[in-house]
């Protein structure tokens, strides 16, 4: 259904409580593509967290931004569309028996 469940929205989302849904951020957007894109010239992580900074950006909750942070935002599967549930993996089946 396309549903967010997951807690805190990533960076460059909002949380829609009547539709459940994630919308986009425009200017937090702005933020994102720049990032990927300067991930897509060379850029280090560590330097773009040191551009995003220097034009004004942060974080959800008003820090810095710093090169993990930008690591797990270009991992991160949300930017490329896909909703992941059901990721834990371990002995259910086992404990079913």
Do not use: C
Request: a positive charge.
């Amino acid at each position: 259904m396309g549903r967010w469940s997951n807690g805190s929205p990533n960076y460059g989302y909002v949380y829609n409580r009547l539709e459940r849904k994630l919308e986009i951020d425009e200017e937090k957007a702005k933020a994102v593509k720049l990032a990927f894109q300067m991930t897509i010239d060379g850029i280090g992580a560590d330097n773009i967290a040191v551009k995003l900074n220097k034009l004004g950006y942060r974080t959800n909750k008003g820090n810095f931004f710093h090169g993990q942070s930008i690591v797990r935002m270009i991992r991160s599967e949300i930017y490329k569309g896909w909703i992941v549930a059901n990721r834990l993996k371990g002995d259910y089946e086992e404990r079913e028996r």
